[in-house]
């Protein structure tokens, strides 16, 4: 049975967690506050590829939570997969547009017409509401043409205040049905996204983490791929636990914090 150690590193999601649509969830604030109070850094890994960085630091900023150099997004981890030079055809928004522009020059996005003719390296895809038939077609044609699928994440769904609505994860399932072609993802679960979050823990050890999310799949599945505990809150995708294997349930992040620090 693995040792409870308190942890040096808290790996936290956002939405369904912190906050929904921007919105924080009563006791989150504060629970980070009292986090770091006690010595825990808190790391913020989202598969959020829709926000900028900057935006991202921002709206943390403004419900009270400081957090630049503390986040890690789904839009970074997909830009690891790309190479300098690569003509990349992109489904998603602003935060995956900056991500992929810092590693090559020539990205065509989707939904801006027309649509640049010619051959791509790859098609990313992330959450965008400008989606439609016409960029499903684009990115059939670009993958059908060559081009690798990477999905920034895989999440079927994005919660908020009135529910779910469709994530980034549906469109790309549109794309991989309509090309049958398999997408390699970065974001939560996956090792690209790990890769990024061990870099910025330095020497921290997998025991010394936990990570705090509201989906068993995404959140779960990432820390067992960082060899971390889970620690599951209710204030997000998923009303219960039932068939999780979390190490900690508890109602929202406030309620996860007071069984941290009472370690």
């Not at 990349?88 to 547009?97: E, K, M, N």
């Amino acid at each position: 049975m693995r040792k409870t150690v308190r942890p040096k590193v808290v790996l936290c999601d956002l939405d369904g967690v912190v906050w929904l649509a921007h919105q924080p969830i009563p006791g989150s604030v504060g629970a980070i506050a009292s986090l770091r109070e006690a010595g825990i850094r808190v790391v913020f890994v989202t598969n959020n590829s829709f926000s900028t960085y900057d935006e991202q630091v921002a709206a943390l900023g403004s419900i009270g939570v400081p957090a630049e150099g503390d986040i890690v997004t789904s839009a970074m981890s997909a830009a690891t997969a790309i190479k300098s030079g690569w003509r990349v055809l992109l489904c998603g928004s602003q935060g995956l547009i900056e991500e992929i522009g810092r590693v090559t020059d020539d990205v065509v996005v989707a939904y801006n017409e027309p649509m640049a003719a010619g051959d791509f390296d790859a098609v990313v895809v992330g959450f965008h509401r400008e989606f439609n038939y016409q960029v499903l077609t684009d990115a059939l044609t670009a993958v059908r043409g060559g081009a690798v699928l990477i999905g920034s994440n895989d999440d079927p769904t994005y919660p908020t205040p009135n529910g779910p609505i469709p994530g980034g994860g549906s469109i790309l399932a549109a794309i991989e049905k309509a090309s049958g072609v398999t997408p390699t993802v970065t974001g939560k679960p996956y090792e690209p996204m790990a890769l990024l979050v061990r870099d910025m823990c330095g020497d921290v050890l997998p025991e010394e983490m936990v990570m705090i999310g509201d989906r068993s799949d995404t959140d779960g599945g990432f820390a067992r791929t960082m060899g971390a505990r889970f620690a599951m809150v209710l204030s997000g995708v998923m009303p219960t636990a039932d068939g999780s294997e979390a190490d900690i349930v508890a109602p929202d992040l406030a309620g996860v914090v007071e069984i941290l620090l009472k370690e």
